[in-house]
């Protein structure tokens, strides 16, 4: 393996023509240049150099070298200009995984803050639900993945994934604008078990059912989609109501559609995970910052 240093030596000797000349362009004393000339010709197994009379004269492996140095130097530089610019937040790439409503959410948010004073970080999207989302994060698919769990319904998260909760988000019902509980502030939910249901996706599913049991009751489902705007669009049509999160309800397109919050309240947790080593990444642990301001600002609204 040879040393940067020897190579960079080595190459401003072959410029200058000699150990002396190499020495006062780059400041050292020629016995620093000859000692490092024989270490790189150890570390080679071959001498660089011959000297005829005052000259010196590249040997047969000198002249290889000498033709690759330079690149050498050029790649090597360019790899130190890449990596500064990713430590100082210039530029790299952070994957994002999040579940629809935080996709439609959090994470604009995030990415418009992110835009102003770093515009050279990338972020790439995908969008998966857990626990199938956490998995993307072990298997290398994604940097961060944004999921969210209900109380009483918590999987196993991974043992390879740090969990860093950013917000409770509180579950609404939505209903037509029409519905005699509308022009309430907040609904209870067993007030509403004769009605017809349209219910969401797989993990929400299971905490609605599992609300109505503790209740006493079993939904009337009607239609089942994991489509926010599916979902609003057969409540406008009366066809349903669904319980949905409250992150929906900041981007609710029907006009028909109301959304009230269930008293008592019932809140999922949404957190951020990410494998513990990519906390040290200075674009990811940025990314992990902008989301706990966006998710903090929304606390309470």
């Known amino acids: 393996m040879f040393d940067s240093r020897h190579i960079r030596t080595f190459h401003e000797v072959v410029r200058a023509g000699s150990y002396s000349a190499a020495a006062r362009a780059l400041g050292y004393t020629q016995p620093a240049i000859t000692q490092q000339m024989k270490a790189l010709e150890r570390s080679v197994g071959t001498p660089l150099f011959l000297r005829v009379g005052r000259r010196m004269r590249l040997t047969e492996a000198?002249?290889?070298?000498?033709?690759?140095?330079?690149?050498?130097?050029?790649?090597?530089?360019?790899?130190?200009?890449?990596?500064?610019?990713?430590?100082?937040?210039?530029?790299?790439?952070?994957?994002?995984?999040?579940?629809?409503?935080?996709?439609?959410?959090?994470?604009?948010?995030?990415?418009?803050?992110?835009?102003?004073d770093h515009p050279g970080v990338r972020v790439e999207l995908q969008e998966g639900e857990p626990p199938d989302s956490l998995q993307r994060v072990v298997g290398g698919e994604c940097d961060i993945t944004l999921a969210f769990t209900y109380p009483g319904l918590r999987e196993q998260v991974p043992e390879e994934l740090v969990e860093i909760p950013l917000m409770e988000d509180q579950l609404t019902v939505l209903m037509p604008a029409g519905h005699p509980l509308a022009?309430?502030?907040?609904?209870?939910?067993?007030?509403?078990?004769?009605?017809?249901?349209?219910?969401?996706?797989?993990?929400?599913?299971?905490?609605?059912?599992?609300?109505?049991?503790?209740?006493?009751?079993?939904?009337?489902?009607?239609?089942?989609?994991?489509?926010?705007?599916?979902?609003?669009?057969?409540v406008a049509e009366g066809l349903g109501i669904a319980m949905m999160p409250g992150l929906v309800l900041s981007f609710l397109v029907h006009?028909?559609?109301?959304?009230?919050?269930?008293?008592?309240?019932?809140?999922?947790?949404?957190?951020?995970?990410?494998?513990?080593?990519?906390?040290?990444?200075?674009?990811t642990a940025l990314v992990l910052e902008e989301l706990k301001t966006v998710s903090a600002n929304r606390v309470g609204c």
């Open 62 to 116: 000198g002249e290889a070298l000498a033709r690759h140095a330079g690149v050498i130097l050029d790649s090597m530089s360019a790899a130190q200009q890449q990596m500064t610019a990713i430590t100082r937040l210039r530029a790299g790439r952070v994957r994002v995984c999040a579940f629809p409503s935080a996709g439609a959410t959090l994470v604009p948010e995030a990415l418009a803050r992110l835009a102003v």
């Open 183 to 234: 022009r309430r502030r907040a609904v209870k939910l067993g007030e509403l078990a004769e009605e017809r249901w349209i219910a969401g996706c797989l993990r929400c599913r299971a905490n609605f059912l599992h609300e109505c049991a503790e209740l006493g009751f079993a939904p009337d489902i009607a239609f089942t989609t994991d489509d926010n705007l599916v979902v609003q669009s057969l």
């Open 255 to 283: 006009q028909k559609v109301q959304g009230r919050a269930l008293e008592p309240a019932s809140r999922r947790q949404v957190s951020a995970y990410v494998l513990r080593e990519h906390l040290e990444i200075p674009a």
